[in-house]
């Protein structure tokens, strides 16, 4: 088909800088930032490592995440533990059900960013071992 991946993910926002700089200083991601094992990033990418990626639109009166909300943000994570303590110390209140967790498909948290975007932090149980 053509279709290597998602090239961006692109939203509005009141204030784009904070919101940029909030992503920097707690997820380490947006443009300018390198995963882990890459190379570093121009000022306008990020360079990400290879992965599942889920593309899947969802039913307008889903109750996985707040109504209110056209989308919800999943980004691949490893060390979901460690985050959780970092989020929680910065006074960034994090999510966790016992039920979102699953030997086949791994750990998951969530958080919103301070214009109320939810983001799911998803660990694949491979990032687990």
């Known amino acids: 088909m053509g279709v290597l ?20 200083e707690h997820l380490g991601i947006g443009a300018g930032c390198a995963a882990e094992g890459t190379s570093d990033a121009d000022a306008w990418t990020w ?21 209110d909300r056209a989308y919800m943000l999943n980004l691949r994570v490893t060390g979901l533990g460690a985050m959780i303590e970092r989020f929680r ?3 960034i209140e994090v999510t966790t059900k016992a039920e979102w967790d699953d030997p086949q498909t791994g750990r998951f ?17 491979e990032a687990a071992a």
């Open 89 to 91: 110390a910065a006074g």
């Open 5 to 24: 991946g998602i090239g961006g993910l692109f939203f509005r926002a009141r204030d784009p800088d904070a919101l940029t700089a909030w992503y920097r």
């Open 47 to 67: 360079a990400t490592q290879g992965g599942p990626v889920v593309f899947a639109p969802f039913k307008a009166d889903s109750d996985y995440f707040a109504a």
């Open 109 to 125: 948290a969530r958080i919103h960013d301070p214009e109320g975007n939810p983001i799911e932090l998803w660990q694949a149980p």
